[in-house]
């Protein structure tokens, strides 16, 4: 069947000038694949093991299966993606799919493009009934990287555990996928195609999510710290979906320079880069941000848009201290806070630094496991506005994700408002202005995490015999024992209880917590596509001003020792350094 496609001049659909007979569903008989179960964020994989025979259509198939047909039948479903290779044909199997499932309708970003953030935020907008994100978010992209892909609910926020597990349940016994076998859909034009009981609408990525950040923050205070001659700012997108939002916003809308945008066209292969943004990786930014005469503000955001950094003039803002300010001063310098923040909350092993605002602030305060997941019911109780995990994600409840840009401009409202009544020529109030102020007022609380990365599949051995030796040590301890300097509170494996739905999950990573407030956390990590990644969390809390301006990974030393000996890390898994600090 021929579909009929409408768009007016400005890229909005027009109505649909005649239709197309019913299409016909073709059932196509499948077997079950291993090992399609879900990680922290979706299914993630190399690109070659998606691009086995039906391995996506499997999931996808196998993800309708597990959904109450009212939660698709005839309604919206909204697609994105960060651009990364295999999107293209990722996109034509899911729509072939969701028509075959009796989709209504689907909504998809021009090119496949849509950033996590903006898919959320377009879930929201246009009641949708939920969206797919084509993205294996920060993993580097290419025919011998990763793809991955997400399903959100519709609340705009990543499909719970439960969906999930009959997700990975119902590909173990899949025997068929419903599809209809139209033509290729070309994503490239803005428009509606009407197949009739189907249609898609392909949409500008920026429009939905923009309109939406203009309503959170003030554009025009912001501008005007961009037009300040002593306000230098700069963006990396990391040749990733960022790409397709920070000149639209930051150049044409905020009236940021052109040239204030690094790596601004998204890439299949993100030019061979890895789109996470850290000190590590953003490896264009941080040189310009250390270097001589430095701008004043930096910020990059991931593959798919929902992680960011922040960095002032050499100046770097960790992701836990960053939630903490941005919280601290929501509400005089961001508009949608203006009655002030409901709750806040961050990932259990994020710094404490957020809890020192929420008690100041008397605010109902939560720590969840590592995973965007689980801010959002507390979000939809209207316990929950602003978060943030040491993972470099920080939002708050305009969407049901973390958002890279949101707190890019989080930040340039906080600084802009800083020097609203400041004149031109007097000094401008910096991010390190900012953190220091905030340090001096809440006392500090010293962070790193170590990353021990994967490399081969058989490492996860290693990694597991940690965990094991870490499991029996935590259920041996207890309160007073002697860890060096060190005194113990508490030893466990993070349990939490969803306030709201009573779900219960466990084993969430190991903690030391000592007397003083110290904490070393081990967990592996739930998002990589092979083997098996550590992460080690060290905090520690300096009350005293004086002692704050030291280097982290100073202040912090006897505590990394600690976590390195009692692990054995070493021992365990052959590595003797960490792939990543930050
Ligand atoms: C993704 C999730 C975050 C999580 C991060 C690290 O970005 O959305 O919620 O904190 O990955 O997860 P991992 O399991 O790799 O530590
Ligand atoms: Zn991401």
Not at 61 to 77: H, N, T
Not at 176 to 204: A, Q, R
Not at 258 to 270: K, Q, R, T
Request: net charge negative; hydrophobic share 40%; glycine share 10%.
């Amino acid at each position: 069947s021929v579909p009929v496609r409408a768009a007016s001049a400005s890229g909005s659909p027009s109505a649909t000038v005649a239709q197309s007979p019913e299409l016909k569903i073709k059932i196509v008989p499948t077997q079950p694949i291993e090992g399609q179960k879900t990680g922290t964020s979706g299914l993630r994989k190399k690109v070659k093991v998606f691009m086995q025979d039906n391995y996506l259509a499997n999931w996808i198939q196998a993800l309708f299966d597990s959904l109450p047909p009212e939660d698709y039948k005839g309604g919206v479903l909204v697609l994105g993606g960060d651009g990364r290779y295999f999107n293209k044909e990722a996109a034509q199997i899911i729509i072939k799919i969701a028509a075959g499932n009796g989709v209504g309708k689907i909504l998809v970003g021009k090119d496949g493009i849509m950033s996590t953030p903006a898919v959320s935020a377009v879930i929201r907008k246009r009641k949708a009934n939920g969206g797919f994100v084509m993205s294996a978010s920060h993993n580097p992209g290419g025919p011998d990287y990763d793809w991955g892909i997400k399903f959100n609910y519709s609340s705009g926020q990543p499909a719970p555990e439960s969906i999930t597990d009959k997700i990975y349940g119902n590909t173990l016994s899949i025997s068929e996928i419903k599809m209809v076998d139209f033509p290729d859909v070309d994503l490239s034009l803005l428009g509606l195609i009407d197949y009739g009981n189907f249609s898609v609408e392909v949409v500008d990525p920026v429009a939905d999510y923009l309109e939406l950040m203009e309503n959170v923050f003030d554009f025009s205070l912001i501008k005007s710290l961009l037009s300040r001659p002593d306000f230098r700012f700069v963006f990396d997108a990391m040749h990733a979906v960022t790409g397709a939002y920070a000149k639209p916003i930051f150049v044409d809308k905020l009236g940021a320079s052109p040239d204030s945008i690094l790596n601004g066209v998204p890439l299949e292969d993100f030019g061979h880069g890895h789109p996470d943004p850290n000190l590590t990786y953003a490896e264009d930014l941080v040189k310009i941000m250390y270097g001589d005469n430095g701008p004043a503000f930096g910020a990059a955001s991931d593959g798919d848009g929902d992680r960011n950094m922040v960095l002032g003039k050499g100046f770097f803002v960790t992701p836990s201290d960053s939630v903490a300010i941005i919280a601290a001063n929501a509400e005089e310098a961001i508009p949608y806070f203006k009655s002030g923040p409901k709750g806040l909350a961050r990932s259990m092993p994020t710094s404490g630094a957020l809890d020192r605002v929420a008690k100041k602030l008397n605010l109902p305060f939560f720590e969840v496991p590592t995973g965007w997941k689980f801010f959002g019911n507390l979000m939809d109780a209207g316990n929950l506005s602003i978060c943030g995990e040491e993972s470099f994600g920080t939002g708050s409840d305009h969407i049901r994700e973390k958002d890279g840009i949101w707190a890019v401009l989080a930040w340039m409202s906080i600084i802009a408002f800083r020097n609203k009544d400041k004149k031109a020529g007097e000094k401008l109030v910096s991010v390190a202005d900012v953190v220091t102020e905030h340090w001096a007022t809440y006392g500090r609380n010293f962070f790193s995490r170590y990353d021990y990365e994967e490399s081969l599949e058989c490492e996860s051995e290693g990694a597991n015999k940690m965990v094991e030796h870490l499991r029996d040590i935590i259920s041996k301890s207890k309160e007073g024992d002697v860890y060096g300097n060190y005194t113990l509170q508490f030893a466990d494996d993070f349990n939490y209880t969803d306030p709201v739905d009573g779900s219960v999950v466990s084993k969430q990573g190991i903690r030391f917590v000592f007397t003083d407030g110290s904490r070393i956390i081990f967990r592996l990590s739930g998002t990589g596509s092979a083997g098996a990644t550590v992460r080690i969390y060290i905090e520690q809390f300096e009350p005293e001003a004086s002692k704050h301006d030291v280097d982290a990974q100073i202040a912090l030393k006897p505590l990394i020792d600690l976590a390195l000996s009692t692990s054995k890390l070493k021992e365990f898994t052959g590595r003797e350094k960490p792939t990543v600090i930050t």
